[in-house]
């Protein structure tokens, strides 16, 4: 799951133009696999949504893309 999640923030990063201050929440998730040890559906879901993510909102009418807001509302939830 964390190798996942890691390949996609760093394509998010290269292509989407993911914002710093993003990127280093899911790093320091991926930092800590062991604190998150029995979320591996949360940390799929992560990965889903760091894939499909569009610095720009670009959501199309299916609304399948994530923007900014998306995924601050998920990482939100890891620090709960």
Avoid: C, H
Avoid at 1 to 27: H, T
Avoid at 30 to 41: H, K, L, V
Avoid at 53 to 79: H, P
Wanted: aromatic share 10%; hydrophobic share 35%; proline share 2%.
């Amino acid at each position: 799951m964390f190798d996942r999640l890691k390949r996609v923030l760093k394509e998010a990063q290269d292509n989407q133009d993911l914002p710093d201050y993003l990127a280093e929440e899911i790093e320091r998730i991926i930092s800590e696999p062991e604190r998150f040890a029995g979320r591996e559906d949360e940390i799929s879901e992560l990965a889903d949504k760091v894939e499909l993510y569009d610095t720009y909102g670009q959501t199309g009418y299916l609304g399948m893309g994530v923007n900014n807001a998306i995924l601050e509302r998920t990482l939100k939830r890891f620090w709960k």
